[in-house]
């Protein structure tokens, strides 16, 4: 999580906003957010969501949550899978 205010100052460079806007968004004075963006102080829940919102950003990007890419099929659209993939079979084999 050390990477958290390093992410902060990313984000807040790249939208343009002074330390100072971002501080009274999230209800701090600016020397806590400076605080914050080195890593010194904490920030809460409440004031993550603030942010993100303010931002324009996701928690998980923020945080350095990586997405989960699996992905689940009821059981009629993986019997369709097998059946098309038979198929595919089917086709190759008769080259």
């Known amino acids: ?10 984000i807040r460079k ?4 002074p330390q100072k806007v971002i501080a009274q968004h999230i ?8 605080r914050i963006e080195n890593n010194l102080q904490k920030m ?19 945080l ?8 689940s099929y009821d059981e009629e ?3 369709s899978i097998k059946r098309k993939l038979k198929d595919i079979e089917r086709i190759l084999n008769m080259e």
């Open 44 to 62: 809460t829940p409440e004031q993550i969501a603030l942010f993100c919102e303010f931002c324009d950003v996701s928690a998980d990007y923020l």
């Open 64 to 71: 350095g949550i990586k997405p989960n890419h699996k992905v």
């Open 14 to 17: 790249r939208k343009g906003f």
């Open 27 to 34: 209800g701090v004075r600016r020397s806590n957010y400076s």
């Open 1 to 10: 999580m050390n990477d958290l205010g390093k992410k902060l100052r990313e």
């Open 77 to 79: 659209t993986i019997a």
